[in-house]
């Protein structure tokens, strides 16, 4: 298993991440060798319990400590506990939950212990996967572009093109598919774009006890508050050169800046910010891109994709529009990055983290054996 692994031809890789919505976990199949997507198998979710979800809010934006330990028994069961719907994989790629990114500062902390794992699957799992990058000097995040270059080789693009995540925070990614490798210079820029469902979930949780704004009922009812957008854009990440980063929270103040305004008017201003931190962030591109395709929930949001395709000068779609799952799509990107790392191919470079040089990060365990610092 180790050589089938480690050396050539397919893997079969489970993949697994708990965004910034913490809503719950998505685990996906991928069979790929770490350049080439071969095929997607089956997908599941497992969506946290409020009282599970209670504990992981409580240990967000902590590095240690008791809340952090709790949230790490919370995230290795429920991965443990969805894995029991997967049979057949090779390997496991692990993202484990982000608590704190602060890679400027403290570092980046995602929890849940992959060789605990490991031992538990009795199967070979990467994790850890930001940690190097942000030692050597990187965002350590995002991850997904390393993927999205090879989504855009397997739907044959041929022009420029964004791959747009919206999630608790968005994130972008320009590709150039006529590069050779994702490696090589002008081949991807990525960065955040700014917050994207977290406020609103956050303003929806507080004022009506709803866990987010289901097909954006009510910022549709609301009128964008143009005084508010404007001191949101006015803040100085907007106007960073990427690769650029953010903690779920970094914008967390953004709230106030909508708390006099009624439940309607507050969520369209917060779903206005979103799309508007994306036509901020695309400004930075090297080029236009032909078209954006966007996955994560949000793309859910029809009032959201209406603000996009309003601000952007392209076409925006759902992934599913070229035939990849949406919902998935950070999970298949785990299990794409857990193959690259066991073979030592690079999961950042300059242009997706601005480390300084292309770099794999991940820790590979195997079940009963010491950890490999990859
Ligand atoms: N039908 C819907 N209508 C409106 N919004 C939706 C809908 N479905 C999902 N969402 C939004 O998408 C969010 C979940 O998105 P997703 O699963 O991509 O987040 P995540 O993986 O936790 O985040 P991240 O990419 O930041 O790590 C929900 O919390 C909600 O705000
Ligand atoms: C530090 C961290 O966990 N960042 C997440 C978060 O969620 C979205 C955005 O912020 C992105 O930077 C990243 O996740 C995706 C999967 C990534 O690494 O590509």
Same mark, same amino acid.
């Given at each position: 298993m180790k050589r089938a692994i480690e050396k050539t031809g397919i893997v079969t890789a489970l993949g697994a991440m708990s965004g910034t919505s913490l809503d719950g976990v998505d685990a996906a199949i991928l069979r790929t060798d /770490?350049?080439?997507?071969e095929g997607f198998g089956p997908a599941s979710y497992r969506g946290y319990s409020p009282a599970e979800q209670a504990i992981l809010r409580g240990a967000l934006g902590q590095w240690a400590g008791d809340a952090v330990e709790a949230a790490t028994d919370v995230i290795e069961q429920a991965h443990l506990a969805l894995f029991? #719907?997967?049979?057949?994989? #090779?390997?496991v790629g692990f993202h484990g939950q982000t608590l704190a990114h602060a890679p400027r500062a403290r570092g980046t902390l995602q929890v849940g212990d992959g060789a605990w794992l490991s031992q538990a699957l009795g199967c070979p799992v990467v994790w850890d996967f930001r940690r190097t990058d942000v030692e050597m +000097? +990187?965002? /350590?995040?995002?991850?997904a572009p390393f993927f999205h270059f090879a989504c855009a080789c397997h739907i044959r693009a041929t022009e420029p093109l964004a791959f747009l995540n919206l999630g608790g925070v968005g994130n972008l990614t320009y590709v150039d598919p006529s590069r050779a490798r994702p490696e090589e210079a002008g081949a991807l820029l990525a960065f955040d774009t700014g917050p994207a469902n977290a406020p609103l979930n956050d303003l929806l949780q507080s004022r009506l006890g709803l866990a987010f704004d289901e097909g954006g009922r009510t910022a549709r009812r609301g009128t964008v508050e143009q005084g508010a957008l404007e001191l949101f854009l006015a803040e100085p990440y907007f106007a960073r050169i990427p690769p650029k980063s953010l903690d779920r929270n970094d914008f967390s103040e953004m709230i106030a800046l909508v708390a006099e305004l009624n439940d309607a008017d507050a969520a369209a201003t917060l779903t206005a910010m979103c799309a508007a931190g994306v036509a901020a962030g695309i400004q930075h591109c090297p080029q236009a891109p032909a078209q954006v395709l966007v996955t994560g929930g949000g793309r859910h949001n029809p009032v959201l994709m209406q603000m996009l395709a309003v601000s952007l000068d392209c076409p925006v779609r759902p992934v599913e529009a070229v035939g990849l799952n949406g919902d998935m799509l950070e999970a298949q990107a785990f299990a794409y990055l857990a193959v690259r790392v066991a073979r030592g191919l690079p999961t950042s470079c300059p242009g997706t983290t601005g480390v300084k040089a292309a770099i794999g990060g991940g820790t590979l365990s195997w079940p009963s054996e010491t950890d490999v610092a990859v």
């Open positions: /770490g350049e080439r997507i029991e #719907d997967f049979s057949g994989y #090779d390997l +000097g +990187g965002e /350590g995040a995002p991850l």
